[in-house]
């Protein structure tokens, strides 16, 4: 289409949008595969919960949910064209984003430690319930940590767009596209959070 | 582009002239009609191999084959079948071919929302297809599972089912970008004065289409994207010694794969939606209704899945809530039907050969959905469940249904894609041995079912051997129609006459432009002001 530029900064957040309902739909997959199995075994999902340490959990939330605020914070810099706050706000996503990750691997090398994961000669001997409840537990937190890595590769390249004038006051959709990525995956956390550390 | 003299003509897409040049330049192209043409070669590459297997299986069936095909590859075959046909070919057949190349040709648009997104959507059908293809010969041998998969089989199997399974997944990327490209489109891109119910049918139907696409799609994902971690680690959710319960796979598996049939269907009845009018030279008999049928079947058929599951093993409610619920589904569907023959009811009829196979589609997909209706009713269901009726019904309405439907909308397109028009006469005599070895193959089969023939079975007993020979002949008239129908086109590319622009005397916008179409569809975008089937002999009478 050479010399045809075609701009159309609605129709690629319409687009974005269409994306975010697959991502919702895949991990709404999951949740029909958890209520079913939470509506099975109660009890276990009870003592699966106890497991998990709800304060590391909340603690990657407020992590979380900051890491969203500060990607909001960076487009409204780049809308009012002040580049190098919208990059400091940026570099504090990235930076949010990866202490999530280093709880959670904290969280997970816990498990392991303590013999609680998939296949584990510790898991076989827990009641069938709790099995699943660490199947789901590692699948759903897995799965979930995929998209943060992908949440936070996007960014990082956000970033340098920003650095290099591709992003500027006039042009700032793919920011906003990627900022709706990475509020999907705060919100889809919110639901993990009740779903598995609250659930005891 | 849009600023070239109105002197000399647009060069058509087919010439390149960007900077780079022949393969390269189709390999890199964002044009959404090469895009159309790639998927075109590369589907008909993929259904002439499954056609192939297809046709060793049916001589298995002839005993004395059974020393060259042991029981494990007879497996081997029934799923590579499945997985290709439905997941490279019948799934994204139209949307991906027509979709592509008319989509913004029939709503006046220069383009596809996302050109590169589409592009991409491409290559990740070539990977998925690679891998489909790669699964069959590394790891333990090509997967023995049938097309569905189904837990706890898949997941002890030695077979290379994870390698198959994940070919699937990237498979079902390509289909939901798509998805998202035709919707965004349609929303964005349509001409001045395109207002919704001025769009062609194809456009409705791409429409329901996209939005299957992009709610199913991601729950097969998901599913076998479980299968993978369950083969590798043992997570447990579909494995009942951890409390998993593999009845779980299959709902996750038909929640998605149910709607995927009408992924299947909906572009074909667009297609024959726009075919009909044409011919008949008449406007289509209720528009609206054939609109809103589309977008309720889109909704209805998410509700039916659990049909598959009749014998699985689910409360008796469930059970007469989907049965009740499949039957609805019909409904919708033959509102359909009854537009299209009023279409023709009056019409000044002129009889070419895609009215021909249109027509066949009506005829052949009328018996695949009744026959359909038969099984949503439990009692017939358990009798039939898992034999050769079921094969032989979804065979009426994926190939006689959305497999005639896309070689009637190939020979309606086909001189605006290519500028070149086909030997009718070659197109009709390969209609005879492939309409009639269709009824031999796929009622044979359900007759066989009706009898009692099991699905899948390597051998047969003595009493289903006259209807098996009947049937295995059937596939010999079948195949030799489908290779004198593709050697025709095939032929016609290369030397066919040159096609005029408006050969049909349609009036939907893309037989304004000239065949082939220019690189940028339209020198100036349309402005629309009136509904797209508008036939001047219709305002004389």
Known sequence: MSGHVHRDDLGSRLGMWLFLVTEMVLFGGLFIGYSYMRYRYPAEFHHGGMELNATLGVINTLVLLTSSLTVVLSIVAVQRGEKQRAMALLGTTLGLGLTFLVIKGFEWSAKFHHGLYPNSAHLATLPPGEQVFFGLYFTMTGLHGVHVIAGLSVLSVMLWWVATDRIRQDRYIHLENSGLYWHLVDVIWIFLLPLFYLAA | ?541
Not at chain 2, 10 to 27: I, K, N, Q
Not at chain 2, 306 to 312: D, K, L, Q, R, V
């Open chain 2, 1 to 541: 582009m849009s600023g070239t003299h109105a002197t000399t003509p647009e060069p058509s897409y087919l010439v390149d002239t960007g900077t780079r040049t022949g393969v390269l330049a189709w390999l890199t192209t964002t044009d959404h009609k090469r895009i159309g043409l790639l998927y075109l070669y590369s589907m008909m590459t993929f259904f002439f191999v499954g056609v192939g297997i297809g046709l060793v299986m049916r001589l298995v069936q002839l005993t004395t084959f059974q020393k060259l095909i042991t029981a494990q590859t007879y497996n081997a075959l029934f799923t590579v079948h499945g997985v290709i046909m439905i997941f490279l070919f019948v799934v994204p057949g139209l949307p991906a071919i027509f979709g592509n190349f008319f989509l913004p040709i029939l709503i006046g648009a220069k383009d596809v929302s996302f050109p590169r997104l589409n592009l991409a959507s491409w290559y990740f059908f070539i990977a998925g297809a690679i891998l489909a293809v790669l699964s069959l010969f590394t790891g333990g041998g090509a997967p023995d599972t049938g097309w569905t998969f189904y837990a706890p089989f898949s997941l002890k199997t030695g077979t290379n089912v994870s390698l198959a399974v994940f070919a699937a997944f990237v498979l079902g990327f390509s289909s939901m970008l798509t998805g998202i490209n035709f919707i965004t489109t349609i929303h964005r891109m349509r001409a001045p004065g395109m207002h919704w119910f001025r769009m062609p049918l194809m456009c409705w139907a791409l429409y329901s289409t996209a939005w299957i696409q992009l709610l199913a799609t991601p729950i097969v994902a998901i599913t076998l994207l479980l299968v993978i971690l369950e083969r590798f680690f043992g997570i447990g959710i579909f494995d009942p010694a951890k409390g998993g319960d593999p009845l779980l796979y299959q709902h996750l598996f038909w929640i998605y794969s149910h709607p995927a049939v009408y992924i299947m269907i909906l572009p074909a009845m667009g297609a024959i939606s726009e075919i009909l009018p044409t011919f008949a030279k008449r406007p289509i008999f209720g528009y609206k209704a054939i609109a809103f049928s589309s977008m309720s079947i889109a909704g209805v058929g998410s509700l039916v899945w659990a049909h598959h599951m009749f014998t699985s093993g689910m409360s008796g409610m469930a059970l007469m809530i989907f049965s009740l619920l499949t039957m609805v589904v019909a409904v919708p569907s033959a509102i359909k039907v009854f537009n299209w023959v009023s279409t023709l009811y009056k019409g000044s009829i002129d009889f070419q050969p895609p009215l021909l196979f249109a027509l066949t589609f009506i005829f052949l997909f009328c018996i695949g959905g009744l026959t359909g209706v038969m099984q949503g009713a439990l009692a017939i269901n358990v009798h039939i469940h898992d034999t050769y009726f079921i094969v032989g019904h979804f065979h009426y309405v994926m190939f006689g249904g959305t497999g005639m439907a896309l070689f009637a909308a190939l020979l309606y397109w086909f001189p605006k894609m290519f500028g070149k028009m086909y030997s009718k006469k070659a197109i009709y005599a390969s209609w005879f041995p492939m309409f009639i070895g269709f009824n031999m193959l796929y009622f044979g089969m359900m007759i066989l079912g009706m009898m009692g023939m099991p699905r899948r079975y390597y051998v047969h007993l003595p009493q289903f051997h006259t209807m098996h020979v009947i049937a295995t002949v059937g596939s010999w008239l079948l195949v030799l129609g489908l290779v004198i129908f593709f050697a025709t086109l095939l032929y016609a590319t290369f030397k066919g006459e040159k096609a005029e622009d408006n050969p049909w005397g349609g009036v939907t916008l893309e037989w304004t432009i000239p065949s082939p179409p220019p690189l940028e569809n339209f020198d100036v975008i349309p402005t629309i002001t009136r509904g797209p089937y508008h036939f001047e002999q219709e305002e004389h009478r």
